[in-house]
């Protein structure tokens, strides 16, 4: 009798790259590789996942097959290496345990939104974790703010504290479990504990008081969005104007009361990554009229943390949920540094002893082009690196100086930290070289240059000069193109569009409203051929002028219409509270006689302030009271009008513009169509340095591309024309982007 001939047997080694740590990979390797009677092993490494498997060639395929077809949601694979080697004679498939020794560049997962799972457990009174603040598992729960190294292990997380009880010890060595290896798992018995509690801090917030409470990435201010007066006191406090607040709703159907919400963007919502959603609000509703003044939007997200959870069960209604700080200072994240620098703000604190490692802002996405635009890549984003196709050298990138980031470039990924901010104090530029600290500690990362602004006076750019290390200087236009060309792979030539507020030009002018031709993503200049810009004008005071855009608007009439006719050619004081109008008539006084001889009068060619002018002139704002808050006012005012009409801006000379707006405004003609006129001018301006460009592929950054309204409207108009068209997907059009641009074009 014959005996069938056993298989050959092969053995196979794969080497994952990417957010490949904390997901509940390894469970999921030895999960499939034993239900195909496969031997082996897995371990995490610092630069990613590590799998041995050994056994027959067809069962093998079918693990191959099984792993990129069923991996786990959160992860993200930038790289893969197969190898076949000899076959060892593994006896059974195993988990070994972490191997650090290898080169750091595995993705640290962000902070993950609480799953199903651990929410119906969370609502259950049966489940020994009913109502714990704390629950989680392989698919949710913090990751980046509480890991102190690399690989992601508990003893590497300050979930190290905190000694797991026999149950949650059965959890987390039990490869079948979801539990298995969730670094921080706990429960009521082991796991960390509030210092107060939820029904205490629900009174609060009906009683109108200000609540900090300890949240994921650091503390946040909470009080009752139907509240006007509470939120008065929140601005008041907190020294905030008028920026808009951010929501939490305490559930999707409530917040379908409050806002129109797409498919789209209820997908954006209940992501892992939970960001604040920019979203159209419905009129006639509760919300206190000051959460948002005169922003078109609300900022909307849900709970994302069992604490919320909780917490908006009991609320059940809409609450602001603001970063725990003053404005422009950094987080609070511990709590005696809350107890005191919040001191004056808040009337009640909600802590835990659960420690964090780095303050991470919320997140904020607005739906572009069908899909998320990040304005704010913090929670949920960061620190995701960014593939790239080049290989890098040893690089630390360090931003610019608003909506601060910093990146480090480690091979062909660059990591970039989460949101830092503006550094206008010093507590901000503390918080900025912590971040560095922490993100080159972290990987173990030793620079070996550093790249930043060519703006002098950036905090960023001063503190690389005073690094001791050689300085890359970039170009702040050419490293918004640069980045948006590296997260999307654009190879070959370009047109880089990069419009925004203020960015130092080569000249040593302001630059705003830049056209380059990109031969490839290099540092070299002769690479970035500036062919074409918004024609020049004066910003009066300078930095004032950011502030108060009727300064631009002025500086615009003064060069139509000349000194004799521009002090009547408009009627300045609209919308402007009386009590201020005189204030604001001898202001302008004083600006027309700077104009007129040319005293402290910076030149400029940002698209950004002549939105601020256009704003200005139709009566819509006369100030930035917050960063893009006139231009966010004209895009608003189109509302849902519909026009291919466009005021003329031949080559970027916005002379015949401005004299059609003043046209029109002396017609009395409404500010919707205005406002569409001028976007409309902007998408033909567009279109024409496109065509004569000759390339075919159009990359959109900086700034002034977080409007939708001129995105979604000039990438439809370029695409009809078989142009292809690279917008942000995993970086900010605004300054949180340029990092990685910065970094890409460090190499020689």
């Not at 059974?92 to 997962?109: P, Q």
């Not at 610019?400 to 480090?408: D, F, P, R």
């Not at 002396?666 to 205005?674: G, P, Q």
């Amino acid at each position: 009798m014959m005996v069938a001939a056993q298989p050959a047997l092969q053995r196979l080694r794969i080497t994952l790259r990417g957010a490949v740590q904390g997901v509940g990979f390894r469970p999921f390797v030895y999960r499939i590789a034993t239900e195909l009677s496969l031997t082996g092993w897995v371990l995490n490494s610092s630069a990613g996942l590590v799998v041995e498997v050994e056994g027959p060639s067809e069962a093998l395929g079918r693990f191959e097959q099984r792993l990129e077809r069923e991996r786990p949601k959160a992860a993200v694979i930038t790289e893969r290496e197969s190898s076949w080697l000899a076959v060892e004679g593994f006896t059974r498939f195993e988990i070994l345990a972490s191997d650090s020794d290898s080169g750091k560049s595995v993705n640290v997962l962000p902070d993950l939104a609480t799953c199903t799972d651990c929410r119906e457990e969370l609502f259950d009174p049966e489940n020994r974790r009913f109502e714990y603040p704390f629950t989680n598992c392989t698919n949710c729960g913090p990751r980046y703010t509480i890991v102190t190294d690399i690989p992601y292990d508990r003893p590497n997380t300050t979930m190290r504290e905190f000694v797991l009880c026999p149950d949650c010890r059965e959890e987390y060595e039990n490869p079948s479990d979801r539990r298995f290896h969730a670094q921080p798992n706990a429960c009521p018995v082991c796991g960390p504990q509030l210092d107060g509690t939820i029904e205490d801090a629900v009174e609060a917030l009906v009683q109108g008081e200000i609540v900090a409470l300890k949240g994921v990435g650091g503390f946040q201010l909470l009080v009752d969005a139907r509240n006007p007066d509470a939120v008065r006191r929140l601005r008041e406090r907190k020294h905030r104007e008028e920026k808009p607040f951010a929501l939490m709703m305490p559930s999707l159907e409530v917040a379908r009361k409050y806002c129109e919400i797409s498919p789209a963007e209820v997908q954006l919502l209940e992501s892992q990554a939970a960001p604040i959603v920019l979203l159209q609000p419905k009129p006639g509703t509760d919300i206190a009229p000051n959460v948002a003044h005169c922003s078109p939007y609300l900022g909307v997200m849900l709970p994302y943390s069992p604490l919320h959870h909780l917490l908006m069960q009991e609320c059940r209604f809409p609450l602001i949920a603001t970063s725990g700080n003053r404005s422009d200072e950094p987080i609070a994240i511990a709590n005696e540094e809350a107890a005191i620098r919040l001191k004056d703000i808040a009337d009640h604190f909600l802590m835990h002893n659960r420690p964090i490692v780095r303050a991470c802002d919320d997140s904020v996405v607005r739906l572009t082009r069908g899909r998320a635009g990040i304005l704010r890549r913090a929670r949920g984003y960061a620190p995701l690196g960014i593939h790239v196709r080049q290989s890098l050298p040893p690089v630390l990138a360090v931003g610019g100086h608003l909506k601060n980031t910093v990146a480090i470039g480690v091979g062909q990924d660059v990591f970039l930290s989460q949101h830092i901010g503006d550094l206008e104090t010093l507590e901000a530029r503390g918080a900025f070289e912590k971040a560095i600290e922490d993100l080159c500690r972290l990987y173990s990362f030793k620079p070996e240059l550093v790249a930043c602004d060519l703006h002098p006076d950036y905090a960023s750019t001063q503190w690389a000069e005073k690094s001791g290390l050689p300085v890359i200087r970039v170009q702040h236009h050419q490293a918004h193109v640069a980045a948006c060309a590296a997260e999307n792979d654009v190879q070959g030539a370009y047109l880089g569009i990069s419009w925004d507020g203020t960015g130092y030009g080569l000249d040593g002018a302001i630059w705003g409203g830049e056209f380059f031709r990109v031969e490839n993503q290099r540092a070299e200049a002769k690479q970035f051929e500036r062919i074409a810009h918004l024609r020049p004008f004066g910003l009066p005071g300078g930095d004032a002028a950011v502030r108060e855009g009727w300064r631009s608007a002025e500086s615009l009439l003064f060069e139509v219409f000349g000194e004799a006719e521009c002090g009547d050619s408009r009627p300045r004081l609209s919308g402007e509270r009386s009590s201020l109008a005189g204030q604001l008539q001898l202001s302008m006084s004083k600006v027309r006689h700077m104009l007129e001889r040319k005293i402290n009068v910076v030149p400029t060619t940002s698209v950004g302030r002549l939105f601020d002018a256009v704003a200005s002139l139709t009566g819509l704002a006369q100030q930035n009271r917050f960063e893009g808050q006139a231009a966010m006012l004209l895009e608003n005012e189109i509302g849902r009008l519909q026009t291919e009409e466009a005021y003329p801006l031949p080559g970027g000379d916005w002379g015949p513009l401005i004299l059609a707006v003043m046209a029109d405004k002396r017609a009395e003609v409404s500010a919707s169509l205005i406002a569409a006129r001028f976007h409309n001018a902007l998408v033909e301006w567009i279109l024409e340095v496109a065509a004569h460009s000759g390339l075919k592929q159009i990359v959109l950054s900086g700034g002034v591309f977080q409007n939708r309204y001129l995105t979604e409207r000039a990438a439809a108009a370029l695409e009809s024309r078989g142009f292809q068209v690279h917008t942000h997907r995993q970086v900010p059009p605004n300054d949180g982007g340029i990092a990685l641009g910065q970094a890409v074009m460090s190499q020689p």
